[in-house]
């Protein structure tokens, strides 16, 4: 591991400076992930610019909003009577991320930026077009049985990127149109959830929109009407501690019977947690049936592809998405 | 060399790798104390595996299910310089009662490092394709595969010819059995369901030969009473010093909390490695050894006493209990032995033997035996499999510490739902690589994947195979468990995984 | 038996309580920290290794490889004197040229601290001639044979085994017949492999080795300082 400054801030804005002025510079939080990249030399780091004390841990409910510090430890927010009440999904998702230990060190910031788990990219050993750009994707014709079915075109693929974003909450975060709140050396930005990770197109490298001197410093989802109608299903190779294969985020507002408002978003398929809108819209003033969530599950996996190995993710899922549907509508 | 601790091996330590040399070499260089710890990346190119195995198998039955012939044909892989055999083929001879049996082993030499014993090594291996065949058979026949193995029961070993020198599999069957509820299986493959789940019912046997190689021990009694038993055995986590001081303890017929035993120091006497499930048979039987010969030593001492009633008495005759030799049929005859040792003005009294085997192994055939019996729950839409319930029985001789024992078996279990459901390193031929270089990549089971546990012993000594009746137990644990989950799936899918790991995109 | 009259493991509290020591948790004064640097080709050979860089960076003591390592006493005499290795020897740590797998040991870093040691591990350059590997069990299959040990055994328990007809698996009235395949699969302890070598003098050293035989070990360290 190469030698590197450390640097503890206790302002948002010097932390912002200190990232902004060395290009070398990097944000540390949990560490959960950074630590890895570092041992791994995926990332070599001049200087962390550690963030823990930075007053951003704050949870709370205001006017509508549900509002969560981006240093809030994924555990804390799990388990926050707020998050509880009021969006169920997300503490769901939280819940069936990582493992206990590693809950208790990750922070929401943190959680959203992790970086992929594909094997090609922790492995310098290997081409990979995130970690060199114009090395190539390893994956799209070797070992990607967890990769992407969305958001990537098969003829580009091989100069793209197949990894998956790999986070559980990110996705509950899209379903729920929660929004980001970035603070950057110019001021606060806010953006939506689902546009604060990116499709790999010509710039694989680039997880997310975010400017290299710009530090999440919070959530805040709206209230919606979902209450406890609200489901995130995981399929994992093991009960827990697994990344995702294929999760389904799936809220649904039923009104006699009938779905007044649907959030399905996907995790495990896409390079950024993947929102259904089309499915959504489909579901939107009919009554509820399992013939019903099946339409929807079918025109959600329309512009699918696979690459092989991952193959099977066409078929199971569909059948996710469906079986995420029927949990939330509570109907087994 | 020392050891003392050890987190896990699971045979990874039986051979001196690279590393070892290298930091070796470094230190002879420098002149200086150096370290070397393998990176997780590196413990999968380091420090062997279990090696990638096909296995081909064609049996034939009586419409009775009666065996008629049995052809087993294994291929593992090593690398390019060295060949790593391992016993993949060899339960098929001796498991089942079967006139007709072909085996054939076969390696396939790769540019990759090589192989070599993990748990159960070529037993764990052989006997999922073995035991998988025999379940297939099962259903092709439409007999249950339990009753299907007592059938084909082995009353005589069917490829030496000899008899077993103790073999309880029909009492480890029931015994699962009735614990499991196997009677409530519906033959039908997928046909019990649960809550949405397809529920399916697996088992499978287990065998392993019994290993016994020549151990030395060392028991020291000291003047305060306390006993001190040394070995250069090791302990890889089944508890070894916890054997072998009750084995002690038990001979000299003093409290568990008097003796202290020294382990994983090649000062030691000299003991076999760990491995092979010899640990027990073999290191055990060299304590119980110098204990027997400790205790001639001290009624010697005692006999020379002035008035002694040990005097001209037979070993026999005398009891060692509670930290004192008595005369059984002698009231008041009872002396400590820190009396004894007092007298002659001794701080310690010493005895080391050696311990082998002998000719019983030309006229015993030597095995232990057991079976394991899974439930499974399968979720049709994603695939996934949970082991819901497993019991397992275990025909291995006297067992010496029931909840050291009971671990090693569970121990074995989980290693088993491993291997069978989400265990595989896999390599990008491309380039020769691996791929899963980490735990993130590499799964084992976590707590979450294991269920409860009921586990067996029949608990008998075997009269032939040592002294203190013990056949070993660490390596039967995972032996026949991956065929057992595999079974279970096919019961519960009808669909029938011969390829492990047996993970969601395989049955979705 | 049962749980109840069991003993309790003796070394449970040392266990628990985080007092025991593994093998990389001794201490010693002057202690140095020595990192492995293994192969990213199959096979093939090194044709140049760039250590300089290396060896400079802060805290290295010294690099190590089949350049400047000393030949290891306990490496098996080669069959032929050049060229690869023939089956049946076994590894030789820092020998030659010759790469046999993915991973295999190129060079040893030996620096103050672990964290140097694997910066400068990082800054070697390793130079190969690839050669076309065969690592895909299934794609070569065809090659696989009855090993040469086996041949050469009187009485290897793996060779060809047959007991009364083998032709009697075609006439039975039930039949199976299935190919069962395993992948390769890794111990993976909790606790990585671990060495710590002890230079106490000219006739002493003392290993602390995470492994399952003590007397191998020693007797094959025995041989490797000769």
Not at chain 2, 116 to 122: I, S
Not at chain 2, 229 to 257: C, F, H, K, N, Y
Request: proline share 5%.
């Amino acid at each position: 591991m190469k030698a590197f400054q450390y640097l503890r801030p206790s302002k948002v804005q010097d932390a912002i400076r200190a990232v902004g002025s060395d290009p070398g510079a990097r944000f540390i939080a949990g560490g959960t992930n950074l630590i890895d990249l570092m041992k791994r030399g995926i990332v070599s780091p001049d200087k962390l610019v550690d963030i823990n004390h930075l007053p951003l841990k704050k949870i709370s409910y205001q006017s509508g909003r549900l509002k969560i510090g981006a240093l809030a430890l994924n555990s804390e927010v799990a388990a926050h009577p707020a998050v509880l009440q009021k969006q169920p999904l997300l503490a769901q998702a939280l819940h069936s991320g990582a493992s206990g230990q590693l809950r208790n060190m990750a922070t929401m910031g943190g959680n959203a930026l992790q970086r992929t788990r594909c094997p090609y990219f922790y492995d310098t050993a290997f081409p990979c077009n995130k970690r060199k750009p114009g090395s190539g994707c390893a994956a799209v014709e070797g070992i990607n049985r967890m990769h992407s079915i969305f958001g990537v075109e098969k003829a580009n693929a091989t100069q793209s990127c197949i990894a998956v974003h790999p986070s559980d909450m990110s996705v509950a975060l899209a379903a729920l149109d929660a929004e980001v709140i970035i603070q950057g050396q110019g001021g606060e930005r806010r953006i939506a959830f689902t546009d604060l990770h990116r499709l790999p197109g010509n710039q694989p490298e680039l997880d997310t929109t975010l400017e290299r001197n710009e530090l999440i410093t919070g959530f805040e989802i709206p209230d919606n009407d979902f209450g406890m109608h609200a489901h995130y299903l995981k399929v994992r190779d093991r009960a827990s501690f697994a990344f995702a294969i294929v999760s389904v985020a799936a809220a649904l507002d039923v009104k006699e019977g009938k779905i007044n408002a649907a959030r399905l978003a996907m995790g495990g398929v896409a390079h950024k947690p993947w929102r259904l809108f089309e499915a959504e819209r489909h579901l939107l003033g009919k009554p509820v049936s399992e013939a019903l969530f099946r339409q929807a599950a079918a025109l959600g996996m329309r512009d699918a592809v696979s690459f092989g190995q991952n193959d099977y993710k066409l078929r199971m899922a569909p059948n996710a998405v469906v079986q995420a549907l029927l949990h939330a509508a509570a109907i087994e | 060399m020392v050891s003392k601790y050890i987190g896990g091996a699971f045979g990874s330590g039986i051979r001196v790798w690279p590393h070892t040399v290298a930091a070796v070499l470094a230190a002879k260089h420098l002149k200086r104390p150096v370290k070397l710890v393998l990176g997780r990346e590196q413990m999968f190119t380091s420090v062997g595996y279990r090696p990638y195995t096909v296995q081909k198998l064609a049996i034939g039955a009586d419409r009775n299910g009666k065996l008629v012939a049995m052809v087993h044909e294994g291929t593992g892989q090593t690398s390019q310089y060295e060949e790593h055999l391992e016993r993949t083929i060899l339960a098929t001879r001796a498991l089942y009662a079967c006139p007709n049996v072909v085996t054939k082993y076969r390696l396939l030499n790769l540019d990759v490092n090589t192989p070599t014993w993990m748990r159960g090594p070529g037993d764990a291996t052989g006997m999922f394709a073995l035991e998988s065949a025999l379940d297939e058979l099962s259903y092709a026949a439409g007999i249950d595969p339990l009753e299907l193995r007592l059938r084909n029961y082995a009353e005589l070993d069917p490829e030496r010819n000899l008899p077993w020198s103790a073999k309880s599999l029909r009492k480890c069957y029931e015994t699962a059995a009735d614990a499991f509820g196997w009677k409530n299986r519906a033959a039908q493959p997928g046909s019990m369901k649960n809550k949405g789940m397809l529920t399916g019912f697996g088992m499978a046997s287990s065998l392993y030969g019994f290993h016994r190689h020549p151990s030395q021990a060392k028991a020291i009694l000291n003047r305060d009473g306390t006993l001190v038993v040394q070995s250069a055995t090791m302990d890889i986590g089944p508890g070894t010093g916890t054997a072998m001081t009750r084995i002690a303890a038990e001979r000299l017929g003093i409290s568990s909390s008097k003796v202290r035993f020294d382990l994983g120091s090649s000062d030691l006497p000299d003991a076999p490695g760990q491995n092979g499930s010899s640990t027990v048979p073999s290191v055990g039987s060299a304590v119980y050894a110098a204990c027997e010969s400790l205790k001639t030593k001290l009624l010697t001492l005692a006999g020379q006493m002035p008035g002694s009633p040990f005097q001209h008495v037979g070993a026999e005759q005398v009891l060692f209990k509670n930290g004192q030799m008595l005369l059984e049929k002698e009231a008041g005859t009872a002396i400590s032995f820190s009396k004894i040792l007092e007298h002659h003005n001794l701080q310690q009294v010493e005895a080391q033997e050696e311990s082998r085997s002998g000719a019983e192994r030309d006229r015993y055939s030597m095995y232990s035996f057991g079976c394991h019996f899974v439930e499974v729950q399968v979720n049709p839409f994603t695939g996934e499999v949970r082991v819901t319930r497993a019991v397992t029985c275990a025909d291995v001789g006297k067992i010496i510490n029931h909840k050291t024992a009971r671990s090693q078996a569970i121990g074995g279990l989980v290693g088993g739902i491993g291997m069978a459901l989400m265990e595989a390193s896999v390599m990008d031929h491309r380039f020769g690589r691996y791929v899963t270089s980490d735990l993130a990549t590499y799964h084992i089971p976590v707590h979450a994947d294991i269920p409860q546990m009921d586990v067996f012993f029949i608990d008998e000594a075997d009269q032939y195979v040592n002294a203190i009746g013990a056949k070993g137990l660490g390596e039967i644990a995972i032996v026949g468990v991956a065929a057992a989950v595999a079974n279970a799936v096919f019961h519960a899918t009808g669909k029938r995984i011969r390829e492990l790991p047996i993970t969601p995109d395989k049955l979705v | 038996m049962t749980d109840k009259e069991s003993l309790d493991r003796v070394d449970g509290p040392e266990k628990v309580a985080g007092t025991a020591t593994y093998s990389a948790e001794y201490r010693f004064k002057n202690l140095a920290h020595a990192v492995l640097v293994t192969s990213t080709i199959a096979k093939g050979e090194i044709t140049s290794m760039e250590t300089r860089k290396a060896e400079r960076a802060p805290g290295v003591l010294t690099v190590l490889t089949h350049l400047n390592a000393p030949e290891i006493p306990g490496n098996p005499k080669a069959v032929q004197p050049a060229g690869r290795a023939a089956v049946g020897t076994a590894f030789r740590l820092f020998h030659d040229r010759y790469i046999y797998f993915d991973g295999q040991p190129v060079a040893l870093v030996v620096a103050e601290t672990a964290e140097k040691a694997k910066y400068a591990a990082s800054l070697i350059q390793v130079t190969y001639q690839t050669e076309k590997h065969a690592t895909d069990f299934e794609a070569n299959s065809r090659h696989a044979a009855l090993p040469v040990n086996i041949q050469r055994s009187q009485n290897s328990p793996f060779k060809d085994y047959e007991r009364g007809n083998p032709g009697a698996v075609v006439q039975a009235e039930v039949k199976i017949e299935a190919t069962y395949t395993i992948p390769t699969q890794h111990h993976q302890p909790l606790e990585p492999h671990a060495t710590i070598a002890v230079w106490e003098g000219d006739d002493k050293l003392t290993v602390y080795d995470k492994n399952q035989v003590s007397n191998l070990h020693r007797e094959t360290s025995r041989r490797h300082l000769n």
